[in-house]
Structures are given as C-alpha cells and as structure tokens.
T-cell receptor
Framework: GQQVMQIPQYQHVQEGEDFTTYCNSS?????IQWYKQRPGGHPVFLIQ?????EVKKQKRLTFQFGEAKKNSSLHITATQTTDVGTYFC?????????????FGAGTQVVVTP | DAGVIQSPRHEVTEMGQEVTLRCKPI?????LFWYRQTMMRGLELLIY????????DSGMPEDRFSAKMPNASFSTLKIQPSEPRDSAVYFC??????????????FGPGTRLTVL
C-alpha cells in the first residue's frame, strides 16, 4: 500500500535560519496537503498542492509538489519561534477513496532563540 | 464558528471498560473523519463518513472499535472493551467535500484517552 515518509523526523533550527522538510510517497499522489500541529494542539491545515511541479508560497513558507507527484517539500526561511511545532504532509493516492489521506510521521521543529 | 467539538477532552478508564468519544462537526460540513495519534504510529485515519454514510473504515483496528454518525451534527467512536494499547489522542475532523476544490480538514481539539 501507499506509504508517506517524511524526513527529517526532528529539526533543530537557530532562529533566523532556513530549513526544509521533505515528504516522499511510494506511489503517485492525487494531491498533497500540509498541516502544522503546535505542541499539545491539533493539526491545522496549511495548504494543498494538486498540480505536478506546483509551487505555492505563504509568507516565509514555500511548498513544492514534485514533477512526478510523488514528493513534496516545505521550506521555511528566517525561522521564528512561532514556527515551533510538527509539520505533517498528507497525501491521497490515485487509487484511494477521495477522503483517505495518509499522513507522514511529521517533522518536529524546535527553534533555538 | 465554534469549530469541531469533541468530548470528553480527557478520559481515563480501566481495561475492559467501554469508552465512547463524541464529535460535533462544523455546521454545513458533509464529511467527518476519525483519527488516532500515537508516538509509535503517528496520525492514522480510522474511518470517515460522507453525508453520514461510512465510506472507508479500513483503518479501524479491530472489531472492538465502532463508529456511528446518526445525523449530520454528531458522531461517536466507541471502543468496547478497551485495552491499554488503545491509549492515544483521538481526533475528529470535518470538511466540506466539493468536487475539484480544496478539501481541507478542520480538526477538533482531540480526546486524550488513557486505558489503565
């Protein structure tokens, strides 16, 4: 079955630095979504990517969907303490039922002031 | 909007007891999802409903788990009998599923379940 892998599992970042988290699927995805979960909180939707090669930006966050629609990345520039949390990618396989998102294990981000 | 409402927020029970988790989706949403989150297994989709009908329950761990959605504004997830390995945070999420549109899911605050 489809598996969604995320790397790295943990990311320690100095405030002001950039970092990237990666998401890889074993199968082609129809779309991919990204969520952020603050410590003790619940996942909050950030963005959805649908098209091959799509790039979307939200302020300091840049999301990409690979050409083969099997991978995605989230790049954060000039990290701030408010970026602390776990970032999840979630993909739907082309043969999955429409609502079936498979979540990656997440990248836990710790920001050092 | 009140967002997705879940109750209880915390539940501590003993092995063998029945546990019922409740969820009220966002008004107007037509899809509801139940997830389980643990350190070991991450965030897992258990079951989801569309227009109150279960669409995919392939993530339900075993017969001890059951979910219902009697109407558009209420769903339950029941574990009977509960076991220590069921300890996790259970999230309910809802969305407005529309063809060709972004179907973002709105998560509730979760229910932290501890089975002793």
């Amino acid at each position: 079955g489809q598996q969604v892998m995320q790397i790295p599992q943990y990311q320690h970042v100095q405030e002001g630095e950039d970092f990237t988290t990666y998401c890889n699927s074993s199968t082609t995805l129809s779309n991919i979504q990204w969520y952020k979960q603050r410590p003790g909180g619940h996942p909050v939707f950030l963005i959805q990517l649908v098209k091959s090669g799509e790039v979307k930006k939200q302020k300091r966050l840049t999301f990409q969907f690979g050409e083969a629609k099997k991978n995605s990345s989230l790049h954060i520039t000039a990290t701030q303490t408010t970026d602390v949390g776990t970032y999840f990618c979630a993909g739907r396989g082309t043969t999955d039922s429409w609502g079936k998102l498979q979540f990656g294990a997440g990248t836990q981000v710790v920001v050092t002031p | 909007d009140a967002g997705v409402i879940q109750s209880p927020r915390h539940e501590v029970t003993e092995m063998g007891q029945e546990v019922t988790l409740r969820c009220k989706p966002i008004s107007g949403h037509n899809s509801l999802f139940w997830y389980r989150q643990t350190m070991m297994r991450g965030l897992e989709l258990l079951i989801y409903f569309n227009n109150n009908v279960p669409i995919d329950d392939s993530g339900m761990p075993e017969d001890r788990f059951s979910a219902k959605m009697p109407n558009a504004s209420f769903s339950t997830l029941k574990i009977q009998p509960s076991e220590p390995r069921d300890s996790a945070v259970y999230f309910c999420a809802s969305s407005l599923a529309r063809q060709g549109r972004v179907n973002e899911q709105f998560f509730g605050p979760g229910t932290r379940l501890t089975v002793l």
